[in-house]
């Protein structure tokens, strides 16, 4: 079975914090990696998508890196806010079909 | 247009009762998706449709039917639904179904009373 994790469960930090949220998944056959945001009771935002053939994609304060060979991903989020407080989702997209399987999502709390 | 459009936002229905819910993009997407989502979990694939053809079915039960009338709009069908199956609806597209980026709507929140 196909599985994506993701560590930790929950994060609280203060602002202005850098911070990892990490990912692994158990089939390196991917096509491609994406981070979403959730804010609560929301639907999803794509925050970066990274196809197989590259390492690392940046958008702001966001860098999100892919290792196929060791089956890891991460979001580094730099000088963090309140407003970024939300549940970050990594979903592995691949297959014939681009079948996305997503993560168990880490919960991120900015304190002011 | 970069969104995914769903409607309704929330909807309340009986056990007896026939809804549906709607989702529409103007991208020239040809592949999309609904998603069910229980409180503090991660979304799970029900259907995938692509160039208008039901490709993939999560074996969900029938009281769920997908419809897909044109590359722009997606619908679901609900009906005798149970309690167990309130739950935030999401709706995806992609341009292709492979080695794409998913583009969300903000969902439906439906509970079944």
């Known amino acids: 079975k196909q599985e994506v994790t993701q560590i930790p469960a929950a994060l609280s930090v203060p602002e202005g914090e850098n911070l990892v949220l990490n990912c692994s998944f158990t089939d390196s056959a991917i096509y491609n990696l994406q981070w979403f945001r959730q804010d609560p009771g929301k639907g999803l935002t794509s925050l970066l998508l990274?196809?197989?053939?590259?390492r690392e994609q940046t958008s702001g304060r966001l860098n999100a890196s892919l290792d196929k060979s060791s089956g890891r991903s991460t979001l580094y989020i730099a000088a963090s806010q309140p407003g970024d407080s939300a549940t970050y989702l990594c979903?592995?997209?691949?297959?014939?079909?681009?079948?996305?399987?997503f993560g168990t999502g880490t919960l991120l709390a900015v304190q002011p | 247009d970069t969104e995914v459009t769903q409607t309704p936002k929330h909807l309340v229905m009986g056990m007896t009762n026939k809804k549906s819910l709607k989702c529409e993009q103007h991208m020239g997407h040809r592949a999309m998706y609904w998603y069910k989502q229980k409180a503090k979990k991660p979304p799970e694939l029900m259907f995938v449709?692509?160039?208008?053809?039901?490709?993939i079915n999560e074996s969900v039960p029938s009281r769920f039917s997908p419809e897909c009338p044109n590359s722009s709009l997606l619908n679901l069908h609900l009906h005798a639904l149970q309690p167990e199956d309130s739950a935030l609806y999401l709706c995806?597209?992609?341009?292709?179904?492979?080695?794409?980026?998913?583009?969300f709507g903000s969902g439906t929140r439906l509970t079944v009373v």
């Open positions: 990274i196809q197989s053939s590259q």
């Open positions: 995806a597209s992609s341009q292709r179904t492979v080695n794409y980026g998913y583009t």
């Open positions: 979903a592995r997209g691949g297959g014939a079909t681009n079948k996305l399987i």
């Open positions: 449709y692509s160039y208008e053809k039901l490709s």
